[in-house]
Protein backbone atom coordinates (compact mmCIF):
# COMPACT_ATOMS: atom_id res chain seq x y z
CA UNK A 1 0.00 0.00 0.00
CA UNK A 2 2.46 2.54 0.83
CA UNK A 3 4.58 1.56 -2.54
CA UNK A 4 0.82 2.17 -4.19
CA UNK A 5 0.58 5.44 -2.34
CA UNK A 6 4.41 6.60 -3.60
CA UNK A 7 3.49 5.72 -7.24
CA UNK A 8 0.42 6.92 -7.34
CA UNK A 9 1.88 10.65 -5.70
CA UNK A 10 4.24 10.81 -8.93
CA UNK A 11 0.85 11.51 -11.01
CA UNK A 12 1.12 15.36 -10.04
CA UNK A 13 4.52 16.14 -11.04
CA UNK A 14 4.44 13.80 -14.55
CA UNK A 15 1.57 15.60 -15.05
CA UNK A 16 3.52 19.06 -14.97
CA UNK A 17 6.28 17.96 -16.72
CA UNK A 18 4.54 16.90 -20.28
CA UNK A 19 3.90 19.19 -23.10
CA UNK A 20 0.90 17.82 -24.10
CA UNK A 21 -2.93 19.44 -23.21
CA UNK A 22 -4.96 17.33 -20.89
CA UNK A 23 -7.17 15.21 -23.19
CA UNK A 24 -4.01 14.45 -25.53
CA UNK A 25 -2.62 13.47 -21.93
CA UNK A 26 -5.37 11.45 -20.76
CA UNK A 27 -5.67 9.55 -23.60
CA UNK A 28 -2.04 8.11 -24.17
CA UNK A 29 -1.24 7.64 -20.49
CA UNK A 30 -4.68 5.17 -20.62
CA UNK A 31 -3.74 3.56 -23.87
CA UNK A 32 0.07 2.53 -21.98
CA UNK A 33 -1.77 1.89 -18.88
CA UNK A 34 -4.48 -0.21 -20.61
CA UNK A 35 -2.03 -2.54 -22.33
CA UNK A 36 0.14 -2.97 -19.27
CA UNK A 37 -3.06 -4.25 -17.53
CA UNK A 38 -4.13 -6.62 -19.91
CA UNK A 39 -0.64 -7.87 -20.26
CA UNK A 40 -0.13 -8.25 -16.96
CA UNK A 41 -3.51 -10.29 -16.19
CA UNK A 42 -2.74 -12.22 -19.53
CA UNK A 43 0.47 -13.55 -18.41
CA UNK A 44 -1.02 -13.71 -14.33
CA UNK A 45 -4.11 -15.55 -15.41
CA UNK A 46 -3.57 -16.83 -18.99
CA UNK A 47 -6.62 -14.86 -19.81
CA UNK A 48 -7.04 -13.00 -23.42
CA UNK A 49 -8.50 -9.28 -23.79
CA UNK A 50 -11.89 -10.63 -24.29
CA UNK A 51 -12.07 -13.41 -21.78
CA UNK A 52 -10.85 -10.79 -19.29
CA UNK A 53 -13.74 -8.42 -19.89
CA UNK A 54 -15.95 -10.86 -20.68
CA UNK A 55 -15.42 -11.77 -16.72
CA UNK A 56 -15.98 -9.08 -15.00
CA UNK A 57 -19.84 -8.86 -15.94
CA UNK A 58 -21.67 -5.75 -16.35
CA UNK A 59 -21.46 -4.91 -12.66
CA UNK A 60 -17.77 -4.92 -14.05
CA UNK A 61 -18.58 -2.99 -16.90
CA UNK A 62 -20.54 -0.23 -14.90
CA UNK A 63 -16.82 -0.20 -12.33
CA UNK A 64 -14.64 0.54 -15.20
CA UNK A 65 -16.82 3.57 -16.64
CA UNK A 66 -16.60 4.85 -13.26
CA UNK A 67 -12.74 4.46 -13.18
CA UNK A 68 -13.01 6.01 -16.86
CA UNK A 69 -14.56 8.73 -15.29
CA UNK A 70 -12.20 9.12 -12.87
CA UNK A 71 -9.44 8.71 -14.68
CA UNK A 72 -10.67 11.35 -16.95
CA UNK A 73 -11.84 13.82 -14.12
CA UNK A 74 -8.13 13.65 -12.45
CA UNK A 75 -5.87 14.88 -15.43
CA UNK A 76 -8.29 17.72 -15.86
CA UNK A 77 -8.26 18.68 -12.96
CA UNK A 78 -4.65 18.30 -12.66
CA UNK A 79 -4.70 20.85 -15.41
CA UNK A 80 -7.39 23.52 -14.54
CA UNK A 81 -6.09 23.76 -10.58
CA UNK A 82 -3.27 23.09 -8.57
CA UNK A 83 -1.56 19.30 -7.77
CA UNK A 84 -2.44 20.29 -3.96
CA UNK A 85 -6.03 21.34 -4.75
CA UNK A 86 -6.32 18.12 -6.85
CA UNK A 87 -4.97 15.17 -4.13
CA UNK A 88 -6.53 17.02 -0.98
CA UNK A 89 -10.00 17.06 -2.56
CA UNK A 90 -9.46 13.62 -3.80
CA UNK A 91 -8.77 12.62 -0.37
CA UNK A 92 -12.63 13.00 0.38
CA UNK A 93 -13.65 9.90 -1.72
CA UNK A 94 -13.98 7.80 1.57
CA UNK A 95 -16.23 9.52 2.73
CA UNK A 96 -18.51 10.02 -0.07
CA UNK A 97 -17.78 5.98 -0.61
CA UNK A 98 -19.57 5.83 3.06
CA UNK A 99 -22.42 8.33 2.35
CA UNK A 100 -23.15 6.25 -1.08
CA UNK A 101 -23.10 2.91 0.89
CA UNK A 102 -25.33 4.61 3.66
CA UNK A 103 -28.06 5.70 1.23
CA UNK A 104 -27.43 2.85 -1.59
CA UNK A 105 -26.38 -0.59 0.31
CA UNK A 106 -28.14 0.43 3.73
CA UNK A 107 -24.77 0.12 5.67
CA UNK A 108 -24.35 1.76 9.10
CA UNK A 109 -22.20 4.71 9.01
CA UNK A 110 -21.07 5.22 13.03
CA UNK A 111 -21.61 9.08 14.43
CA UNK A 112 -17.81 9.74 14.58
CA UNK A 113 -17.77 9.16 10.49
CA UNK A 114 -20.75 11.68 10.11
CA UNK A 115 -18.64 14.30 12.42
CA UNK A 116 -15.47 14.06 10.50
CA UNK A 117 -17.62 14.66 7.37
CA UNK A 118 -18.89 17.26 7.85
CA UNK A 119 -15.63 18.79 9.16
CA UNK A 120 -13.88 17.92 6.01
CA UNK A 121 -16.87 19.41 4.14
CA UNK A 122 -15.87 22.70 5.83
CA UNK A 123 -12.07 22.10 4.85
CA UNK A 124 -13.56 21.89 1.33
CA UNK A 125 -15.25 25.00 1.77
CA UNK A 126 -12.19 26.66 2.39
CA UNK A 127 -9.91 25.39 0.12
CA UNK A 128 -12.82 25.91 -2.65
CA UNK A 129 -13.24 29.58 -1.84
CA UNK A 130 -9.32 30.18 -2.57
CA UNK A 131 -10.03 28.45 -5.92
CA UNK A 132 -13.37 31.06 -6.72
CA UNK A 133 -11.17 34.17 -7.30
CA UNK A 134 -8.13 32.57 -8.58
CA UNK A 135 -10.06 30.76 -11.71
CA UNK A 136 -9.33 27.27 -10.01
CA UNK A 137 -13.32 26.33 -8.65
CA UNK A 138 -13.62 24.37 -12.56
CA UNK A 139 -10.00 22.17 -11.03
CA UNK A 140 -11.35 21.89 -8.12
CA UNK A 141 -15.45 20.45 -9.04
CA UNK A 142 -12.96 17.95 -11.24
CA UNK A 143 -11.02 16.49 -8.08
CA UNK A 144 -14.16 16.09 -6.07
CA UNK A 145 -16.18 14.53 -9.27
CA UNK A 146 -13.18 12.06 -9.67
CA UNK A 147 -13.46 11.05 -5.81
CA UNK A 148 -16.90 10.51 -6.53
CA UNK A 149 -16.25 8.33 -9.01
CA UNK A 150 -13.94 6.33 -7.49
CA UNK A 151 -16.77 5.84 -4.41
CA UNK A 152 -19.25 4.86 -6.89
CA UNK A 153 -16.79 2.19 -7.85
CA UNK A 154 -16.13 1.35 -4.50
CA UNK A 155 -19.63 1.02 -3.44
CA UNK A 156 -19.83 -1.46 -6.58
CA UNK A 157 -17.31 -4.00 -5.31
CA UNK A 158 -18.69 -3.88 -1.91
CA UNK A 159 -21.99 -5.37 -3.88
CA UNK A 160 -20.57 -6.95 -6.38
CA UNK A 161 -17.26 -8.71 -4.62
CA UNK A 162 -16.63 -11.32 -7.59
CA UNK A 163 -15.82 -8.27 -9.95
CA UNK A 164 -12.05 -8.36 -10.97
CA UNK A 165 -10.74 -5.34 -10.48
CA UNK A 166 -7.73 -5.59 -12.58
CA UNK A 167 -9.63 -6.58 -15.72
CA UNK A 168 -11.64 -3.80 -14.92
CA UNK A 169 -9.27 -1.24 -14.35
CA UNK A 170 -8.12 -2.07 -17.79
CA UNK A 171 -11.36 -1.64 -19.60
CA UNK A 172 -11.67 1.54 -17.67
CA UNK A 173 -8.58 2.69 -19.09
CA UNK A 174 -9.82 1.77 -22.53
CA UNK A 175 -12.96 3.28 -22.04
CA UNK A 176 -11.01 6.57 -21.15
CA UNK A 177 -8.29 7.00 -23.40
CA UNK A 178 -11.39 6.55 -26.41
CA UNK A 179 -13.61 8.82 -25.24
CA UNK A 180 -10.02 11.49 -24.93
CA UNK A 181 -9.58 10.61 -28.46
CA UNK A 182 -11.84 13.32 -30.35
CA UNK A 183 -10.45 16.14 -28.66
CA UNK A 184 -7.05 14.91 -28.66
CA UNK A 185 -3.90 16.16 -30.59
CA UNK A 186 -2.11 12.15 -30.38
CA UNK A 187 0.75 13.14 -32.83
CA UNK A 188 1.38 16.24 -30.93
CA UNK A 189 3.37 14.44 -28.31
CA UNK A 190 7.39 14.84 -28.73
CA UNK A 191 9.68 11.42 -28.06
CA UNK A 192 9.77 12.96 -24.92
CA UNK A 193 6.67 13.83 -24.13
CA UNK A 194 5.58 10.03 -25.24
CA UNK A 195 8.54 8.56 -23.23
CA UNK A 196 6.75 10.35 -19.46
CA UNK A 197 3.31 9.22 -20.56
CA UNK A 198 4.20 5.62 -20.85
CA UNK A 199 5.93 6.37 -17.49
CA UNK A 200 2.53 8.12 -16.34
CA UNK A 201 0.06 5.03 -18.10
CA UNK A 202 2.83 1.75 -17.00
CA UNK A 203 4.26 2.79 -13.52
CA UNK A 204 2.02 5.54 -11.95
CA UNK A 205 -1.02 4.26 -13.25
CA UNK A 206 -0.39 0.22 -14.17
CA UNK A 207 1.95 -0.72 -11.16
CA UNK A 208 0.07 1.70 -8.55
CA UNK A 209 -2.72 -0.24 -9.26
CA UNK A 210 -1.51 -3.80 -9.46
CA UNK A 211 0.54 -2.57 -5.63
CA UNK A 212 -2.54 -1.41 -4.76
CA UNK A 213 -5.04 -4.39 -5.45
CA UNK A 214 -2.55 -6.76 -3.57
CA UNK A 215 -2.24 -4.87 -0.86
CA UNK A 216 -5.50 -4.09 0.22
CA UNK A 217 -6.43 -7.66 0.23
CA UNK A 218 -3.50 -7.79 3.27
CA UNK A 219 -4.83 -5.30 5.44
CA UNK A 220 -8.10 -3.59 6.61
CA UNK A 221 -9.68 -0.63 4.96
CA UNK A 222 -9.02 1.68 7.73
CA UNK A 223 -4.91 1.08 7.74
CA UNK A 224 -5.27 1.02 4.08
CA UNK A 225 -6.82 4.40 3.97
CA UNK A 226 -4.27 6.00 6.54
CA UNK A 227 -1.17 4.25 4.43
CA UNK A 228 -2.95 5.73 1.12
CA UNK A 229 -2.67 9.32 2.91
CA UNK A 230 1.04 9.05 1.63
CA UNK A 231 -0.01 10.25 -1.91
CA UNK A 232 -2.08 13.23 -0.39
CA UNK A 233 1.36 14.56 1.31
CA UNK A 234 3.76 13.87 -1.40
CA UNK A 235 2.13 14.44 -4.47
CA UNK A 236 2.17 18.59 -3.68
CA UNK A 237 5.99 18.06 -2.05
CA UNK A 238 7.37 16.61 -5.31
CA UNK A 239 5.72 19.63 -7.56
CA UNK A 240 6.95 22.04 -4.91
CA UNK A 241 10.44 20.92 -4.78
CA UNK A 242 11.33 20.14 -8.47
CA UNK A 243 8.39 22.62 -9.89
CA UNK A 244 8.41 25.60 -7.17
CA UNK A 245 4.48 25.05 -7.43
CA UNK A 246 3.65 26.48 -3.66
CA UNK A 247 0.06 26.05 -2.34
CA UNK A 248 -1.90 28.92 -2.20
CA UNK A 249 -2.34 30.32 1.80
CA UNK A 250 -6.28 29.10 2.04
CA UNK A 251 -5.34 25.38 0.43
CA UNK A 252 -3.18 25.22 3.17
CA UNK A 253 -5.65 25.82 5.94
CA UNK A 254 -8.45 23.48 4.12
CA UNK A 255 -6.11 20.73 3.42
CA UNK A 256 -4.96 20.35 6.88
CA UNK A 257 -8.47 20.30 7.70
CA UNK A 258 -9.60 17.66 5.86
CA UNK A 259 -6.42 15.55 6.12
CA UNK A 260 -6.50 16.11 10.21
CA UNK A 261 -10.17 15.01 9.99
CA UNK A 262 -9.01 12.07 8.19
CA UNK A 263 -6.19 11.03 10.23
CA UNK A 264 -8.03 11.30 13.25
CA UNK A 265 -10.82 9.24 11.74
CA UNK A 266 -8.74 6.53 10.32
CA UNK A 267 -6.45 6.33 13.81
CA UNK A 268 -9.96 5.64 16.01
CA UNK A 269 -10.89 3.02 13.51
CA UNK A 270 -7.53 1.87 13.80
CA UNK A 271 -7.65 1.64 17.76
CA UNK A 272 -11.18 0.57 18.08
CA UNK A 273 -10.89 -2.99 17.99
CA UNK A 274 -7.64 -3.00 19.92
CA UNK A 275 -9.82 -0.86 22.79
CA UNK A 276 -12.48 -3.11 22.49
CA UNK A 277 -10.21 -6.26 22.94
CA UNK A 278 -8.43 -4.87 26.29
CA UNK A 279 -11.34 -6.16 28.70
CA UNK A 280 -11.41 -10.03 27.49
CA UNK A 281 -7.28 -9.51 27.52
CA UNK A 282 -7.35 -8.00 31.02
Known amino acids: MAGAATVWSSGGLIAR ?11 WRCVFASLFLLAYVGLV ?3 GVVAQWRAIGWPGLAV ?5 AASTCFILSL ?9 ILMSVGPWVAGLLGWLILGERVPARTWLTMGIAL ?3 VIMVSGSYGAGRLAGDVLAIMMATAFAMATVLVRRHPEIQMTPAASLGATLAGLAAAPMASPWSASPGDLALLAL ?6 GVGFVLFTAGARLLPVAESSLIGMLET ?18 SIVGGAVILGALVLHTLLD ?13
Do not use: H, K, Y
Open 17 to 27: LVATDAWTTTM
Open 45 to 47: RRQ
Open 64 to 68: AACLA
Open 79 to 87: SRTSVANTL
Open 122 to 124: GGV
Open 200 to 205: FGIAQF
Open 233 to 250: VLGPLWVWLLLDEAPAAR
Open 270 to 282: VTAPRRAASPQEA
